[in-house]
Nanobody
Framework: QVQLVESGGDLVQAGGSLRLSCAASGNIFNILTMGWYRQGPGKQRELVATITGAGTTNYADSVKGRFTISRDNGKLTVYLQMNSLKPEDTAVYYC?????????WGQGTQVTVSS
């Protein structure tokens, strides 16, 4: 079983930066593809970025060039560095891990970007 705990959400002004962290428990972190998803007010949950165990990354078009996903397998942690934040980035951000048929979610962390 894997547990995921997000942190780092906050209120920030447009143009600012935040770094989200997701700490994992369990012994299969290194093989999990990790990702960040978000759900804005009145919107469906959407993919933000993913990173495989080997470090291959993928980003939603809306965040390319602004957000960077990374992972530290030694610390069992995945990060999301968010720069040049926009009000439309306001959402609850969820950490996700999956491998084969197994999927894990964190509880979410709120990011609010004021204009």
């Amino acid at each position: 079983q894997v547990q995921l705990v997000e942190s780092g959400g906050d209120l920030v002004q447009a143009g600012g930066s935040l770094r989200l962290s997701c700490a994992a428990s369990g012994n299969i972190f290194n093989i999990l593809t990790m990702g960040w998803y978000r759900q804005g007010p009145g919107k469906q949950r959407e993919l933000v970025a993913t990173i495989t165990g080997a470090g291959t990354t993928n980003y939603a078009d809306s965040v390319k060039g602004r957000f960077t996903i990374s992972r530290d397998n030694g610390k069992l942690t995945v990060y999301l560095q968010m720069n040049s934040l926009k009000p439309e980035d306001t959402a609850v951000y969820y950490c996700n891990g999956h491998w084969a048929m197994a999927e894990y979610w964190g509880q979410g962390t709120q990011v609010t970007v004021s204009s």
